[in-house]
């Protein structure tokens, strides 16, 4: 029986599984580390040893502690692996896409839990950003992206003519940008105790009365 070539790969299903274990269970663990500890007082080796894995485990996966805090966030913000903008998901495209815009409201408003998955790695990013420039790159980067985010919304209602009277795109686009914050749903459900439930009575009113005119 001949050999396999020098050099060939070989692809191992079980492998690749478990290597994809290995790498949500650092993500994981990164997480929590940093949620508890800080980005600053979390190194990479803490990370490893909570993890069960060796520290250049780590680093196979995740070349620096700020890749590994992006990955975490990535994670965290889409809930897979899946390198899909958010303005591409379909649930927010079904949501821009409904010609009702109050409907367009509920829709939105029925996924504000979704900012209960990455609320609290968006706080570690925002301390870390105060001591890391590139971090603090990466936070202004994400507050723009959320901000366009928004903004598509805005117009979607404006194009339906559900915008109240006399308020601008760009001023509703600041507001919806405020409102729906993560910081927000952080501070009131993490550190006011609020249930998401109401929550999302609270934010489904007030983009009612500030967007619409519903009052």
Do not use: C
């Amino acid at each position: 029986m001949n050999s396999p070539a020098s050099g060939r790969s070989y692809h191992s299903p079980r492998r690749a599984a478990q290597a994809k274990a290995t790498r949500r269970e650092i993500l994981e663990t990164a997480r929590r580390l940093f949620r508890e500890r800080g980005y600053a007082a979390t190194t990479v080796p803490d990370v490893a040893r909570a993890a069960g894995v060796s520290t250049k485990t780590v680093y196979l996966a995740f070349p620096t502690k700020r890749q590994l805090l992006l990955s975490v966030w990535d994670l965290a913000l889409h809930g897979d692996d899946e390198q899909i903008p958010v303005a591409d998901r379909d649930w927010f495209r079904e949501m821009i896409e409904e010609p009702d815009p109050g409907r367009q409201m509920d829709l939105y408003t029925r996924n504000a839990d979704r900012k209960g998955r990455f609320a609290d790695v968006l706080e570690v990013i925002r301390g870390a950003a105060a001591a890391d420039a590139e971090i603090a790159e990466l936070w202004r980067k994400m507050q723009a992206e959320f901000h366009d985010n928004q903004r598509r919304i805005v117009v979607a209602l404006q194009q339906k003519g559900g915008l109240r009277p006399g308020l601008s795109v760009d001023d509703a686009n600041d507001l919806l940008w405020t409102i729906n914050h993560p910081t927000v749903y952080y501070m009131l459900v993490t550190e006011r105790g609020w249930s998401a439930e109401k929550y999302r009575d609270w934010l489904a009113t007030t983009l009612r009365q500030q967007l619409l005119g519903e009052w």
